[in-house]
């Protein structure tokens, strides 16, 4: 069987995508909060541990098509060549700042492609809409009115199926809680990405860090058999 050829990566820096874990972070409505408890201690034990529990898809995360799909693949499934993938990163956040249930377009993906060429297949497209800043304050981070809807960005789901099915890309990428926006209750774009197996990461962290094109991002998960999801460690390698 004939081999892949190597697969070189050059970089000068390296950008942490992810969010820090502790109690008090946002999570979906109705997901448990993360917890954790002392285990040992280093003056009555010599070393000091602790547990802790969250849900699968808290924190920065990946999604897996077991979410929706019974015979989807869970975390463990999960090939390594698919957690390392270069990534396009399209900034909406000044149009995300001014209007929180803002979609990312077509025509925001025809602009991006004028300005650096076609979004090329096999890449994670990444949109940076800045709600990375409000992980401070939950409730802004949710940002539910009155009647429980969440009011935050995400794709458009004509513009997530065009780049899965025009464009082939790998993935799908956010720093708010859902590739979806808020105030699509039925998920519809993470079951359109999740039906054809791409890599689905929220709640990621400095988007702005990353140029529009060529970084690669590297993905690291828990491996939870029969799981729907993990928290992930997600790296950005950045030219």
């Known amino acids: 069987m004939a081999q892949d050829p190597a697969k070189l990566i050059a970089y000068r820096r390296v950008v942490d995508l992810s969010h820090p874990i502790a109690p008090g972070i946002p999570v979906w409505p109705g997901d448990p909060?993360?917890?954790?408890?002392?285990?040992?201690?280093?003056?009555?034990?010599?070393?000091?541990?602790?547990?802790?529990?969250?849900?699968?898809?808290?924190?920065?995360?990946?999604?897996?098509?077991?979410?929706?799909?019974?015979?989807?693949a869970t975390p463990d499934d999960v090939?390594?060549?698919?957690?390392?993938?270069?990534?396009?990163?399209?900034?909406?956040?000044?149009?995300?700042?001014?209007?929180?249930d803002y979609t990312l377009s077509a025509s925001d993906i025809a602009e991006w492609e004028?300005?650096?060429?076609q979004v090329p297949p096999g890449s994670t497209v990444l949109i940076n809409?800045?709600?990375?800043?409000?992980?401070?304050?939950?409730?802004?981070?949710?940002?539910?009115?009155?009647?429980?809807v969440m009011h935050t960005p995400g794709f458009a789901l004509e513009a997530a199926r065009f780049l899965l099915e025009w464009r082939h890309v790998a993935g799908l990428?956010?720093?708010?809680?859902?590739?979806?926006?808020?105030t699509d209750a039925g998920l519809s774009v993470s079951r359109l990405a999740l039906a054809r197996s791409a890599l689905v990461l929220e709640c990621l962290n400095n988007?702005?860090?990353?140029?529009?094109?060529?970084?690669?991002?590297?993905?690291?998960?828990?491996?939870?058999?029969?799981?729907?999801?993990?928290?992930?460690?997600?790296?950005a390698l950045v030219p």
């Open 114 to 117: 004028r300005r650096h060429g």
């Open 33 to 72: 909060a993360v917890a954790f408890h002392d285990v040992a201690q280093r003056d009555r034990h010599g070393y000091f541990l602790r547990k802790f529990s969250m849900g699968e898809h808290s924190g920065t995360h990946l999604a897996s098509p077991s979410t929706y799909y019974d015979d989807g």
């Open 173 to 182: 990428g956010i720093d708010a809680h859902g590739i979806d926006p808020g």
């Open 129 to 148: 809409t800045g709600w990375y800043r409000f992980w401070d304050s939950p409730e802004r981070f949710i940002n539910a009115d009155t009647d429980g």
């Open 79 to 100: 090939h390594p060549h698919s957690l390392v993938m270069p990534a396009v990163s399209i900034d909406v956040s000044n149009s995300a700042s001014q209007d929180p």
């Open 207 to 235: 988007l702005d860090q990353l140029p529009p094109t060529g970084a690669t991002i590297v993905v690291g998960r828990l491996r939870l058999i029969g799981g729907s999801g993990s928290p992930a460690s997600v790296l």
